[in-house]
């Protein structure tokens, strides 16, 4: 997590982007990561180096359903 953190940080360089440059930055950043996601699944790294490949678990049907009780303040 903290070498995705410096990763995120160093993705946007200026401490405070400006909304488009934040958005842009982010939507190409959410493709990496999904692709990332389907060479893992598929056994693969980015460099091009078999794995095994990542089985992901099923996530039950009721999961969308599922609300956490509210905490009373």
Not at 9 to 33: C, S, T, Y
């Amino acid at each position: 997590m903290e070498s995705y953190n410096r990763r995120f940080g160093d993705l946007f360089g200026a401490p405070h982007p400006g909304l488009l440059k934040f958005v842009e930055d982010l939507e190409e950043e959410a493709i990496r990561v999904l692709g990332d996601a389907e060479w893992a699944r598929a056994g693969v790294m980015r460099n091009g180096t078999e794995r095994a490949a990542v089985e992901w678990p099923e996530i039950p049907e009721d999961f969308e359903s599922f609300k956490a009780p509210r905490r009373k303040k």
